[in-house]
């Protein structure tokens, strides 16, 4: 019985951050671009900043291959998501090469940043804050 060889179209990969989750697709191809949402990352991603916090772990790993990236993300603001984005891309360029973990794990970009907003307690104003007190 011959094994087929099946060739993977492309590696998936899913990134979180506080509320926000992304599922990044990367595929080999000639040119590096990446679309998030159906969008250029220039028009979703407005500022420099998280513009370079998406495609940061390309640069880290500085690999010979380009690749196509679409990106589907939601929840959360801008600036997580795109911390989202980026933990997908690593944990996508991780399948692709298991030896990019000595790069990518000293960066934090494997880590999924569990902060999140802590919820409000009854009897107070905020998740801590209570309301003033007065002995009499």
């Known amino acids: ?27 080999e191809a000639a040119k590096q671009s990446v679309i998030v949402n159906d969008k250029e990352i220039f028009n979703y991603f407005k500022t420099k900043e998280q513009q370079h916090t998406v495609t940061e772990a390309f640069k880290v790993t500085d690999l010979p291959v380009k690749f196509k990236v679409s990106i589907k993300v939601s929840g959360g603001g801008s600036s997580s998501q795109s911390v989202a984005v980026r933990h997908a891309i690593s944990r996508a360029l991780l399948k692709h090469d298991a030896s990019l973990r000595k790069t990518l794990k000293p960066l934090g970009f494997l880590k999924r940043d569990p902060r999140a907003k802590e919820r409000r307690k009854f009897g107070l104003k905020k998740a801590r804050k209570a309301p003033q007190w007065s002995k009499r």
Do not use: D, N, P, Q
């Open 1 to 27: 019985m011959a094994e087929a060889k099946v060739k993977v179209r492309y590696i998936e990969a899913v990134g979180r951050r506080k509320t926000s989750i992304a599922r990044a697709r990367l595929e």
